[in-house]
């Protein structure tokens, strides 16, 4: 009976670890991993795609105080969508379309802070990847970042 006991109580203790340490989250994401996991760019070609992107914001509205964000690169970009920025995930939670809108969705973090709209580096490979699959641009065959800017600065 004793040993059963501390069984449970270590089988308690090991839940509320993996709970507390983001286990649910990462469960979830190993079984159901996102596109840009699926989908593998070349480091380099999404470290380009990245600096082109908030460089271009950074001439045109200056370095942003709380990191990037969709409406930043929006007013920047005539040729990118709303729908492009599905499921890219930003520093806390990820973005969405709703109703026809583009709307942050929150995580079941407990610490909310300025920069939670903010669109990570793995946000930004879903970018490149949505945006590559709407233009039917191949980046794994002859696709390029040109090719990709091309359509994002058309008006």
Do not use: C
């Amino acid at each position: 009976m004793l040993k059963f006991g501390i069984f449970v109580t270590l089988l308690l203790i090991m839940n509320v670890v993996f709970w507390f340490v983001g286990g649910p989250q990462r469960f979830a994401e190993t079984v159901n991993p996102p596109a840009s996991d699926v989908w593998s760019a070349d480091p380099a070609v999404i470290d380009v795609f990245i600096y082109t992107l908030e460089e271009e914001v950074r001439k045109k509205e200056g370095l942003p105080p709380g990191g990037y964000v969709p409406s930043m690169f929006l007013e920047v970009f005539p040729g990118l969508a709303e729908t492009d920025f599905e499921g890219v995930e930003a520093s806390i939670g990820y973005y969405t379309i709703e109703q026809g809108r583009l709307v942050h969705k929150l995580d079941d973090a407990t610490l909310i802070h300025d920069t939670a709209t903010a669109i990570t580096r793995r946000g930004m490979e879903t970018l490149l990847y949505n945006i590559a699959t709407r233009t039917n641009i191949n980046l794994q065959a002859d696709g390029t970042i040109t090719d990709i800017m091309s359509v994002l600065i058309r008006n």
